[in-house]
C-alpha cells in the first residue's frame, strides 16, 4: 500500500453500522454500495455487489485508496449503512438504561476546575467512545499539572467544544472572543471530530488529533483511523491559518499508531498528545530539531483508560478529603450527594 493511501476496509468498519457488521450473525447482511472516486487513479463508479459485511470479507476486498478521494467516498456511502452520529453509543445507552437514574448524564461525578465529569462521562471512559468531556478533563489536567512545571513553554490545549466553533462557524471573526490569544503560542493541540452538524458539538463518531507548529506553519494529523478525519483535519488547519493570519502546511502522519477496534479513537488522542506533548516539545531543548513522528510508537488503550480514571479517582478522594474539612460542610449526606467532589 504506498504512503498517500489507506484501506477501504478501514473507512467501512468506520461507516457501516454494527448492525450491518454482523448483529445478525456472519455473512447474513449484503447491500450494493456503490463508491465514487473523484480522483485521476479511480475516476469511475466501482460497485461492491453483494458485500457481505464481515471484517473477514472487508479486509479480502479492500483495495488502496487516495487520501484526496476521501471526501467523495464518504459522501457517496447510503445514509443507511453510515455510522450513527450520537455520542452515546448502543452499549452505554444500555449500561444507563440498566442502572438507572445512577448513571444518567445529569449526575455530576467530579467538578476539577472548569470541568465537570459526570456519570455517563465515567462510563464512556471505562468501556466505550470518548466523550467531549473526557477529552476535556484531559487536556485539563495536563494543563494543571504537566504544563505549570515548564514556564517558558507556550502551548494551548484547545477544548473539543473549542475545535468545534472553529470548524463551525460562518464567521470566523465572530468567534475571536471564544478563542485564546495567540500571538506567543508555539504550538497548539486540536482534538478534531467528525460531526458536520452545527447543531450538534456532541455529534460525531471519530476522533483524531491535530498538532500545529506555529513557528514551523506545520499542522501534523494523527488519525488512529488511516485517514478518516483527514477531510476534517485538512479544514480546521485552513481555518486555524485564518484565524492565525499565515498559510499552515498539512502534513498527515503515516506512522500514526493504528487501533484495532471502533471505540479507541479517543483514547489514542488522550495518549498521543501526551507523548508529544511532554516526550517531543516539553523536554527538547531549545535549538533542537524535534521529530514529530509517532513511528514505532505502542498504544496500550486498555491501560490508557486504566490510568484516567485513576487520576480521576483519586482526584475525586481528594476533592471529598477537602470538602469533609471545609467549615461548610454539611452533615445531610443527602444534600452532600448532590454535589461532586472539587478540586479547583
Not at 495536563?142 to 505549570?148: A, G, I, Q, Y
Not at 471564544?178 to 455529534?203: Q, Y
Not at 477531510?231 to 493570519?245: H, I, N, S
Amino acid at each position: 500500500m504506498s504512503p498517500r493511501s489507506f484501506r477501504l476496509s478501514k473507512l467501512l468498519l468506520n461507516s457501516i453500522t454494527s448492525t450491518s457488521l454482523g448483529s445478525q450473525g456472519t455473512g447474513t447482511t449484503t447491500s450494493d454500495l456503490f463508491i465514487i472516486l473523484h480522483s485521476k487513479t479511480f475516476q469511475r463508479l466501482q460497485p461492491l455487489s453483494r458485500l457481505c459485511c464481515t471484517c473477514e470479507a472487508l479486509t479480502q476486498l479492500a483495495t488502496p485508496i487516495p487520501f484526496s478521494a476521501i471526501p467523495a467516498i464518504q459522501a457517496s456511502i447510503p445514509f443507511q449503512f453510515r455510522k450513527p452520529t450520537s455520542t452515546m453509543p448502543s452499549f452505554r445507552r444500555k449500561i444507563t438504561k440498566h442502572f438507572g437514574d445512577s448513571l444518567t448524564p445529569s449526575k455530576p461525578y467530579l467538578s476539577y476546575h472548569d470541568i465537570l465529569l459526570t456519570s455517563d462521562d465515567i462510563v464512556s471512559l471505562k468501556y466505550d467512545w470518548l466523550t467531549d468531556n473526557n477529552i476535556a478533563f484531559w487536556e485539563e489536567w495536563l494543563e494543571r499539572e504537566v504544563l505549570p512545571k515548564y514556564p517558558r513553554a507556550h502551548i494551548v490545549l484547545l477544548r473539543p467544544s473549542i475545535t468545534f466553533l472553529l470548524m463551525q462557524a460562518i464567521d470566523l471573526k465572530s468567534i475571536g472572543s471564544a478563542l485564546p490569544d495567540f500571538k506567543k503560542t508555539t504550538h497548539i493541540f486540536l482534538p478534531v471530530n467528525d460531526s458536520r452538524d452545527r447543531e450538534r458539538a456532541d455529534g460525531g463518531s471519530h476522533w483524531s488529533l491535530l498538532v500545529v507548529s506555529v513557528i514551523d506553519r506545520v499542522a501534523f494529523h494523527y488519525d488512529s483511523l488511516g485517514g478518516a478525519n483527514f477531510y476534517e483535519a485538512q479544514k480546521c488547519t485552513d481555518r486555524l491559518g485564518r484565524v492565525l493570519g499565515m498559510p499552515l502546511r498539512f502534513h498527515q502522519m503515516e506512522d500514526s499508531p493504528q487501533q484495532g477496534n471502533n471505540s479507541d479513537c479517543g483514547v489514542y488522542v488522550c495518549i498521543v498528545m501526551r507523548h508529544l506533548l511532554i516526550k517531543r516539545l516539553l523536554n527538547a531543548n531549545s535549538n533542537e530539531k524535534v521529530s514529530m513522528s509517532m513511528a514505532n510508537k505502542v498504544i496500550d488503550s486498555a491501560g490508557g483508560r486504566k490510568e484516567m480514571m485513576q487520576i480521576i479517582e483519586s482526584l475525586r478522594k481528594e476533592g471529598e478529603r477537602r470538602r469533609s474539612l471545609s467549615p461548610m460542610s454539611t452533615s445531610s449526606k443527602s444534600g452532600s450527594s448532590k454535589t461532586p467532589p472539587r478540586i479547583e
